[in-house]
C-alpha cells in the first residue's frame, strides 16, 4: 500500500473484510487493475490537495503528497512500470541491464553515465514499452512520480546490499571467500560484542552461522557499529577499505545535523559511486544487481526531500506493524480485525498513532556497560559511573588519549569514531546533568582497548 509521512488508518472506502481486493471481488490475490486499487485513495487526496483540511478549529492546512515509502516491487505496482528485474528496472536512470550468469546487472559503464529519467515524460507516458507498463493514477495527484517514490534503505542496504555482501563471503568466488576461520574470527568477535549493545537496539549481535535469519536492524547494526569493528584485521584490506566506503557513507546520509550532512552529502555520493564501480572487480559482474546499482541514486533521495534516511524510511511502519499485531486476537479475517480495533481507538478519541508512540522505550542512561556511553555536547565521550536524581557522575576520555580507528577512505573521525585503550588513566571525573547529554554512544571491544562511536540512528 502507498504510504504517506506516519503511519496511518486504511482510508474510507478501501476497508476490506479480508485479504486483498481484486477486480473479481473474491479477495484472494493481489489486485491486478492499479487504478481500481488507487482509486479510492487519489479522490481523497486530490479533494485535499484542492480544499486542504480543516480542523475542528475552521482552520485550514494545505495537505500534499509528500513521499510513498514502499519496496520495489510495491513502487512497480503502484507505478504501472516493469519490474526491477527487468531490462530498464531502474526507476532512476534510463540504464539497460545486461545478463551475466542468468542474472540481470548493471555492470557496464553506460550505467554510470545513464540520463536521469524525467518526472514530465513520465506523467506522459513516453517510457511506454521498455518502463512503463501504463500510466499511473498518481500522476493526478503529484507532478513528480519519479522522486516522490524513496528507494527505501531497508530493502536497498540493509536487506539488500549487505546481506548480499556476507552472503559472497560465505558462498562467493575464491578471491573473495572467507575461510571457515575467518568466519569463525568474525563470528566470535560478535558474539563477543553482545554484552556492549545499549538497550536501544532490538537485537544483539548474532554469528554469522545464523546470517539467513538476520533481520534487518539486525544487517543495519552490522553496517554501521559492529562490521567496521569485528572486519579489521580479518579482511583483506582493499575489501575491508571497500565495505568501510558503503558504511560512511550510509552513516553520513542517516546524520541528524543537516548542516553537517548537507557539507558532506556529495562526498557520500562520491563513495557510493566509487563502492559501485569497485564492486564488478572485486566480487564479480553478477553482484552488480538492482539494489547495488541503485545505491548510486541513494543520496539523491536525501537531497530531495532534504531529511536523513531514517526519515524516508521504511523502519517506522515495519515497527508499527508490532502495534497492529497487537490488535489481532485469532487468526482469521486479521485485516477487518485491524480496522475494527482503528475504528475503536478513533471512537475514544485516541489514536492508534499516539498509543504506537507510547510503546517506545524511554532513552536508558545508566552506570551498567551496556548503557553507560554518552556523547557530551562539548564532543567528548564518557562513560556514566553513578546516577541519580538529574546528576550524572562519569568519567570523561581525554581528546588526547584518542585516535582515529581507522583512517582510509578517510579518518573516522568524520564519523566521531573513535579507538582509545582502557579506561584506566585515559579520562577525568565530572558531575554533569541530563541536559549536557547530546547523544547516547556505544563502545565496542577491539584489541586492547575500546572503539567509541554514537548512535547513528537515535539521538537524545
Known amino acids: 500500500m502507498p504510504m504517506l509521512t506516519k503511519p496511518c488508518a486504511i482510508p474510507t472506502g478501501q476497508r476490506p473484510c479480508g485479504g486483498w481486493a481484486n477486480p473479481a471481488g473474491t479477495g484472494s490475490s493481489k489486485p491486478t487493475s492499479v487504478d481500481q486499487f488507487l482509486t479510492d485513495f487519489v479522490s481523497e487526496v486530490d479533494q485535499l490537495q484542492t480544499s486542504g483540511f480543516v480542523d475542528c478549529d475552521g482552520k485550514t492546512t494545505p495537505v500534499f503528497l509528500r513521499a510513498v515509502v514502499c519496496d520495489a516491487p510495491a513502487r512497480a505496482f503502484l507505478k504501472n512500470i516493469k519490474g526491477h528485474n527487468s531490462l530498464h528496472g531502474c526507476e532512476r536512470c534510463v540504464a539497460v541491464v545486461m545478463s551475466v550468469n542468468n542474472r540481470t546487472t548493471f555492470n557496464h559503464d553506460g550505467c554510470f553515465t545513464a540520463e536521469k529519467r524525467c518526472p514530465e515524460k513520465f506523467a506522459r507516458v513516453e517510457y511506454l514499452d521498455n518502463h512503463q507498463v501504463g500510466p499511473s493514477s498518481l500522476c493526478r495527484i503529484t507532478t513528480n512520480c519519479i522522486s516522490v517514490f524513496a528507494l527505501d534503505y531497508i530493502y536497498l542496504v540493509c536487506l539488500g546490499v549487505v546481506r548480499r555482501i556476507i552472503q559472497f563471503w560465505k558462498k562467493g568466488n575464491k578471491r573473495v571467500r572467507l575461510s571457515s576461520a575467518q568466519m569463525l574470527q568474525i563470528s566470535h568477535k560478535l558474539v563477543e560484542a553482545r554484552d556492549f549493545i545499549p538497550g536501544e537496539f532490538v537485537r544483539r549481535p548474532r554469528s554469522l552461522v545464523e546470517v539467513d535469519r538476520w533481520k534487518a536492524t539486525e544487517f543495519r547494526q ?46 557520500a555520493r562520491k563513495l557510493l559511486v566509487h563502492f559501485v564501480s569497485s564492486c564488478e572487480q572485486l566480487y564479480g559482474a553478477e553482484f552488480v544487481v538492482y539494489n547495488v546499482h541503485s545505491l548510486l541514486h541513494r543520496s539523491d533521495d536525501v537531497k530531495y526531500f532534504g531529511n536523513s534516511l531514517d526519515q524516508i524510511s521504511s523502519f517506522p511502519f515495519e515497527n508499527f506493524l508490532y502495534t497492529l499485531k497487537r490488535l489481532l486476537r485469532s487468526p482469521s479475517n486479521p485485516i477487518a480485525q485491524v480496522v475494527k480495533r482503528v475504528n475503536e481507538f478513533e471512537s475514544v478519541n485516541s489514536p492508534l498513532v499516539n498509543s504506537s508512540r507510547m510503546l517506545k522505550k524511554p532513552v536508558k542512561l545508566s552506570a551498567n556497560c551496556r548503557d553507560s556511553v554518552v556523547m557530551l555536547k562539548t564532543g567528548k565521550f564518557a562513560e556514566i559511573v553513578d546516577k541519580q536524581e538529574g546528576r550524572i557522575l562519569l568519567e570523561v576520555y581525554k581528546r588526547s588519549q584518542m585516535q582515529p580507528f581507522f583512517n582510509e577512505p578517510c579518518s573516522s573521525d568524520l564519523l566521531n569514531i573513535f579507538y582509545v585503550g582502557r579506561r584506566v588513566g585515559n579520562t577525568t571525573v565530572m558531575e554533569i546533568c541530563e541536559d549536557d547529554v547530546c547523544q547516547k554512544a556505544l563502545k565496542l571491544p577491539h584489541g586492547n582497548g575500546f572503539v567509541l562511536m554514537p548512535l547513528a540512528h537515535h539521538t537524545l
Not at 569493528?229 to 545535523?257: A, E, T, W
Request: charged letters at 25%.
Open 222 to 267: 552490522f553496517l554501521l557499529y559492529t562490521g567496521p569493528v569485528v572486519l579489521k584485521s580479518v579482511l583483506l584490506p582493499k575489501m575491508y577499505k571497500h565495505f568501510l566506503c558503503l558504511s560512511i557513507s550510509i552513516g553520513i546520509l542517516l546524520m541528524d545535523d543537516r548542516d553537517k550532512r548537507e557539507e558532506l552529502l556529495d562526498y
